[in-house]
Every structure is written in C-alpha cells, then in structure tokens.
C-alpha cells in the first residue's frame, strides 16, 4: 500500500497563486521605488529695513492780535442859541384865493362826439340793416323780411361740395360775419364738421349783396349778425 498525502498538508496546492501574488507585490514595489521624487524645501523671507523717520517739527506761531479800531470822535457841541427878545416886527405874507367870482365868466367848451365803431346784435338794433327788396316794407316787418331774403339767397346759392358728398359727410355749419356802417358783409368766420363744409358756406354768405346799414340812434353802425347753414345727404 502507498501512503496517502493529506490535502491540507499538500504545500504544492496554491503554489502558482502564491508566486502571483508575491510578484504583483514585487512589481508594485519596484515601481513605487522608481516613481519616488523628493523636492527641496527652500524657505526664504525678504526683510524691510524700516529706518525711524525723524518727527517733523511743528513750527509754533502765535496768532496776532489786532487791535480794536479807535472810537468815533464825539460829536461837536452844539452852538450857542441866543434868545431874542420879540420886538421886531415880522412882515405877514399875505396869500390870495385863487378862486373866482360868481360874476367872471365861464367859457364852455364843446367836446365834439367821436364816431366809433360800435357793434349793435341784430336782436336789439333799432333800424336793421335793409335787405334789398325790403326798402318798402314797414319798419316793424323789416326784421322778418331780412330773415326770408336770407333764407332765400342761401337756397338760390346752396351748393353740395362732391368731395364731402362723396365721403358722406354732413352736418351744420355755423356763420358769423357782420354788416359793416356801409352796409358791406365782412368779418366772414365759420365753424362746422368739415373744411369743405365750411368752405361752402363762406361762398354763399360771400355772394350777399350790399344792404342799407342798421342804425341805432340815428347813427349806421356795425350790426353783428350769425346763421346756421345745414348741410344733409338725403
């Protein structure tokens, strides 16, 4: 019979895994060995001579005292007043009135009236201004023959612009202008919806024609007179 071995005891068994290990060991070793450096520590300083600077010297001044300017002088004395005794006689002046007499005659002086331009509403004139072909209309219905005939001159005149016709524009224009002392129209403004509108109107008021002027207390003055002009598309 052959003696049996133990396995163990058997040195053999991780003999390869042993020789690995113990050459990784060997190898990481001979490498740490290689890779190895030192450095050489240096340690310097720079040092600053820092010198005492002397003190500066403070020069010590003294502060002048000026002096405190001499008193004003006294005022002079006054002079001696005499006492006069009231003996002398002292003339009076005598001051005459400078109003006069009842019997002095007065001058009057006529102060001529100047004419100035006075504008009279047409509401409250006394005389309106003729329209012609009122002429011989009594005076109390001269004010309502003044407002047909204008009625009528803006309906013979009446004129639609195109351009606010073809943009569909309308709405009412009102006309101020006045009857000057010669009976002229002047002074036209308008103030409506539209340029073209009030453009229009101020032709027609324009075309008016000369009237005899409105009078108040006798006198042709300038008589303020306003209308409304409606412009509608039908």
């Not at 390869?16 to 450095?39: C, R």
Request: hydrophobic content about 30%.
């Amino acid at each position: 019979m052959q003696p049996k071995k133990s396995e163990k005891v058997d040195l053999t068994k991780n003999s390869s895994l042993y020789f690995v290990i113990g050459l990784a060991v060997v190898l990481l070793v001979s490498w740490q060995t290689i890779e190895w450096k030192t450095y050489k520590k240096m340690y310097d300083y720079e040092a600053l001579n820092v010198e005492d600077e002397d003190d500066e010297e403070i020069p010590i001044t003294e502060q002048i005292k000026t002096p405190p300017p001499p008193p004003p002088p006294p005022p002079p004395a006054p002079e001696v007043i005499e006492i006069v005794e009231d003996e002398e006689e002292v003339e009076e002046t005598v001051i005459e009135s400078t109003e006069t007499d009842e019997e002095e005659i007065v001058e009057i002086v006529e102060v001529e009236e100047e004419d100035e331009d006075i504008d009279v509403p047409f509401a409250v004139i006394e005389d309106v201004p003729i329209f012609p072909g009122c002429e011989r209309v009594k005076k109390s219905e001269r004010r309502k023959c003044f407002q047909e005939k204008m009625n009528k001159h803006i309906r013979k005149n009446f004129r639609y612009p195109e351009i606010a016709q073809e943009m569909g524009i309308q709405g009412r224009v009102y006309v101020n202008f006045i009857i000057s002392k010669d009976g002229s129209i002047t002074n036209i403004r308008m103030r409506g919806p539209d340029k073209n509108l009030e453009k229009e109107a101020q032709r027609i008021i324009s075309k008016l024609p000369s009237m005899t002027p409105g009078k108040q207390r006798g006198r042709p003055v300038r008589v303020p007179f306003s209308i409304p002009i409606t412009f509608r598309l039908q």
